[in-house]
């Protein structure tokens, strides 16, 4: 990557937006985290700690400006059993190792292979996500009753319902006005401000937990540090570890996109590491990338590392002086604000262009989408979506091979192979010969034919062997060097008279 895209010239910067930007997504950021921590069991305080840690920490070392970590539902519900069984610090310590595992992925490079991900998971996983977000809105319209949390009604849903609609025309029709401030930071404020000044009751941020507190302090999870303690937060550690990792790479190709420039996926992967270890150690409950703060942060103007700085820090100053006037902030103008989001997020797109996809695309990305939304499991449904493709992907070239048959003036047999000779087409391949009936002499010519695998080294051998076994002479023409390598170092292969040109590198046909 080029070393320019960090350093960034200061007067390219707009100071204004970055500013605007980092205070909209500290604003939406402290109630997410707080759910997030409370439906986990931990203490509210955790998710809190968790978004200023990973936000710090991945807007200094990361590898992506412009993008917002924090506290994640999505990584810290992977833990929520292991907390609930065995405690608190049980759940800091797979952190931490969790955090060693996404800094080794960096180290050793393997973030790269996020991009190998097809655009109908993607469509999948952002549309799935942009429900998921919604959702969770629609949530808090529900109220505590004793134990319970019950559905808003009469008086106290209409005016939850209407301050949400009001924040949400806000942030539709206010960069119609100007651009110059965030639409979604005006929205906040000015429904905090109808509802000070008018009294309004309605549910607050206060209502979910308090905001205050103190500065994070090192605390080393107290497990026994042994093989037994390894071995129970092992799991839980990858499964988190991934996680984290294919959320925080996928929104890293997202803002790509959005930006039209390249983030850094092996940095992005030992920052967020580095981060989640931090969090292990100083009480918080872990996290990665998160899609809808990210979203706000560029659509409020910001591009740079220094709107999601100011988004860290503005959440360590609200646990610290500022938890008075967040508590008072309406859930409704975050909801509304988080509901645009939603919208935003969902890919419209991939309805419109839906009838000009391949049936097997359409299946991928309503099933990525419909795991995501049922199971909440980001990893596993970009997985499945993925290996899915694969398959398909792999059947298609595997009907692709073909053989074109003809004897020459001379009665030798020519079989020109077309297509990959790989594991998914070897069956095709084989049954293409006919071994009894063909002449003595039999060339097999893969000019337009690529030998890739194991696989298809062994069907080669099987090939071989057949006319070997009836005396018949058998010619490799055209083989590249990467497949002549492949026969070479593979063990009991049957190769028969296999032409090479030193100079050029392919098979003489004289």
């Known amino acids: 990557m080029n070393n320019t895209f960090d350093i960034v010239n200061i007067k390219s910067i707009n100071l204004k937006n970055e500013l605007f930007a980092g205070l909209t997504v500290a604003m939406t950021m402290i109630p997410e985290s707080l759910s997030f921590a409370i439906l986990a069991g931990l203490p509210p305080l955790t998710g809190l700690y968790a978004a200023f840690l990973m936000g710090l920490v991945t807007s200094i070392l990361g590898g992506r400006p412009g993008m917002v970590s924090g506290g ?43 991009r190998l991900i097809p655009q109908p998971v993607m469509y999948g996983f952002l549309n799935g996500l942009a429900i998921i977000i919604f959702m969770a809105q629609v949530v808090q319209f529900k109220v505590s009753s004793g134990s319970d949390a019950v559905w808003m009604s009469g008086t106290t849903l209409c005016i939850m319902g209407g301050l949400t609609l009001l924040t949400m025309l806000i942030v539709i029709g206010f960069p119609r006005i100007t651009k110059a401030i965030p639409a979604s930071l005006v929205a906040i404020l000015m429904v905090f401000g109808v509802v000070s000044l008018l ?3 309605t549910k607050k941020v206060v209502d979910i937990a308090s905001v205050s507190g103190t500065l994070p302090r090192l605390h080393v999870p107290m497990v026994p540090w042994n093989w037994e303690t390894l071995q129970l937060i092992f799991p839980y550690s ?56 990210t979203l706000v942060n560029l659509n409020a ?21 500022g938890a008075p006037f967040i508590e008072q902030i309406p859930m409704a103008a975050l909801v509304g604000v988080m509901m645009m989001v939603a919208i935003g997020t969902f890919q419209w797109v991939s309805l419109r262009i839906v009838n000009k996809f391949p049936k097997s695309d359409i299946f991928v990305g309503i099933l990525v989408a419909a795991i995501t939304v049922i ?14 493709s694969a398959l398909v992907f792999a059947w298609d070239n595997a009907k692709r091979i073909r053989a074109i048959k003809y004897m020459d003036s001379e009665g030798i ?45 062994d069907a080669l051998n099987k090939v071989t062997e ?15 060097e990467d497949c002549r390598s492949l026969l070479k170092n593979a063990t009991g292969v049957v190769v028969v008279n296999i032409m090479e040109d030193p100079t050029y590198h392919v098979m003489p046909r004289t």
């Open 72 to 114: 994640a539902g999505a990584t810290v519900v992977v833990l929520m059993a292991l907390a609930a069984s065995h405690g608190i610090d049980y759940l800091f310590a797979a952190v931490v190792l969790a955090g060693i595992f996404q800094f080794l992925v960096g180290l050793f490079r393997w973030g790269k292979f996020v």
């Open 199 to 201: 009294g309004i009751p």
């Open 238 to 293: 990858l499964v988190m570890a991934g996680v984290g990792l294919v959320e925080s790479l996928l929104t890293l190709n997202m803002v790509d996109e959005i930006t039209a420039t390249k983030g850094n996926a092996n940095r992005e992967s030992m920052a967020q590491g580095i981060a989640n270890a931090i969090n292990g150690f100083f009480g918080g409950m872990g996290g990665c990338a998160m899609v809808a703060q």
């Open 301 to 321: 103007g910001a591009r740079t590392r220094l709107s999601s700085f100011i988004g860290a820090m503005t959440i360590l100053l609200i646990i610290l002086i």
């Open 375 to 388: 199971l909440h499991n980001l990893a596993l449904a970009v997985l499945i979506g993925v290996v899915i």
């Open 413 to 457: 047999m020519h079989y020109e192979i077309y297509g990959p000779l790989f594991f998914g087409s070897t069956a095709n391949f084989l049954d293409k010969f006919d071994v009894l009936n063909d002449p003595e002499r039999v060339i097999l010519d893969f000019k337009e034919s690529r030998v890739v695998d194991m696989s298809a080294v």
């Open 466 to 480: 057949r006319y070997a076994a009836q005396g018949k002479r058998i010619e490799l023409w055209h083989l590249s």
